[in-house]
């Protein structure tokens, strides 16, 4: 049996312990490694480990291997997300497999770190019918009404979200519709209207590079992904796109404009011909600027590995080696990691940016509370200095622990609280908030509603 808890009041980027059980009795939790940390806001820079694997529910000594070398990697870095290629949980995507290929395998990362997955050929038992009632919809709860940022999808087979200065798409290269006309391309054309983000990661199962295990030149989902999906995502900015499906590790240049057969592959298309490696980096302009490059990782081997002849003319690299990625994005830098099952470094690319990241907002200097009647407090404040993007509300009961109210954008000076109870006191403070983080905190005021 499912169950989803949803969770409200929390502040952005904020650490939180919890334990999960019935009116009797804890079930698990209300331990040192039971926590989450909210997202941070939209458009904030913040340091951010990404962990990335593909086709990985084999349930065999090669998932453990690949994912203990992570593990030893990163040490007591927290991993913020984590990111799953398709092929979840081999062979079919049943229950049984789901709860041995990602529930018993990562019980660890599961507790405290979010995973954002995408659909497989092995998670659907081959089938190109979207079923909503798979186990994979069964055991992820994702957005569809743009919960955590983006444009909704109206659908969990594709979605994007936010996490700091990054957006991510998440693409179904398996059961949608991959026409450029289709309900999908539609959405994607959009969404990437929508995003002001610094950074776009764009991630789905069936690469439209490879020479892997799988020829990305007589596929048909590699070629329509390929042709259809990629001018959007170029067009819109995209930095990296990552897939799977081929059990191999292979690596771009930093490409544009490449979508017609390996033969096809012209000096034009390569933005950047050189390894991407620091102090020798992709250079690309801030923002999302169209065609200026992405590179594209093809990352299946975090299960089993498959060969292949490995011979694509975009990569500046192809392996046959059990690894998985790590993505950190540090402000105006992402740098990529392909870790082997023996935490071995085996290769590393870094694309950089000029910052488009400002300064942090000065405080409100001043908030009043007003009771206006039982269950009214009208707030209201001055703008410290009119450089926020909004301005975030929140109240106490006791004065000491305050939990989020509400957001607002930068012209608003006022608001209405309409939760109080009768004849009690309540404490508010607000902070001013733009791409560059949260100012300080204003006063504390308070005020106490009215008896009836």
Request: aromatic content about 10%; glycine content about 10%; overall charge negative.
């Amino acid at each position: 049996t499912e169950h989803v808890v949803q969770v409200s009041g929390l502040v952005p980027d904020t650490l939180y312990y919890y334990a999960v059980g019935t009116t009797n009795a804890s079930l698990a939790g209300d331990a040192p490694d039971y926590f989450f940390a909210t997202s941070p806001r939209p458009g904030t820079a913040v340091p951010t480990r990404i962990w990335v694997l593909g086709d990985s529910g084999t349930r065999s000594a090669a998932q453990y291997a690949v994912r203990d070398a992570y593990y030893n990697f990163t040490g007591s870095r927290a991993t913020d997300l984590w990111l799953m290629l398709g092929d979840n949980a081999y062979n079919s995507g049943t229950d049984a497999e789901f709860q041995g290929a990602v529930f018993n395998a990562y019980p660890a990362t599961l507790r405290n770190s979010v995973l954002w997955p995408t659909l497989g050929n092995h998670d659907t038992a081959g089938s190109t019918t979207h079923v909503p009632t798979r186990p994979y919809f069964q055991m992820f709860t994702l957005p569809t009404n743009a919960e955590a940022g983006g444009v909704p999808s109206g659908t969990e087979q594709y979605y994007s979200f936010d996490f700091g200065n990054i957006h991510f798409i998440c693409l179904d290269s398996m059961t949608a519709s991959r026409a450029t006309d289709g309900p999908m391309a539609n959405w994607l054309v959009n969404d990437l209207a929508a995003t002001l983000s610094d950074w776009i990661i764009a991630y789905w199962h069936h690469p439209p590079y490879t020479k892997g295990g799988h020829n990305s030149d007589t596929a048909t989902d590699s070629i329509q992904m390929r042709q259809n999906i990629l001018p959007i995502l170029e067009a819109g900015g995209v930095d990296l796109v990552l897939s799977g499906h081929s059990h191999v590790y292979e690596r771009s240049y930093l490409l544009n404009g490449h979508y017609g057969p390996s033969s096809s592959l012209t000096s034009g298309n390569i933005v950047n011909g050189g390894n991407g490696r620091l102090p020798a980096p992709y250079q690309k302009p801030a923002g999302n600027v169209a065609h200026q490059g992405a590179v594209y990782t093809v990352a299946g081997s975090s299960g089993q590995t498959g060969g292949g002849s490995l011979n694509h003319p975009a990569m500046y690299l192809s392996l046959n080696v059990l690894g998985s990625l790590v993505v950190d994005v540090l402000t105006n830098q992402m740098t990529v990691t392909f870790l082997d099952s023996t935490s071995v470094t085996r290769d590393t690319f870094t694309i950089a940016k000029p910052s488009s990241v400002s300064s942090a907002p000065a405080a409100p200097p001043q908030i009043a509370a007003k009771a206006v009647d039982t269950k009214r407090i009208d707030l209201s404040w001055s703008d410290g200095a009119g450089d926020g993007k909004g301005f975030e509300i929140e109240r106490s009961s006791d004065g000491k622990t305050f939990a989020l109210l509400a957001s607002v954008a930068a012209d608003v000076t006022a608001f209405t609280d309409t939760i109080p109870q009768a004849n009690r006191r309540y404490y508010y403070r607000v902070r001013a908030f733009n791409r560059g983080g949260s100012s300080a905190y204003s006063n504390i005021a308070n005020a106490k509603t009215r008896r009836h």
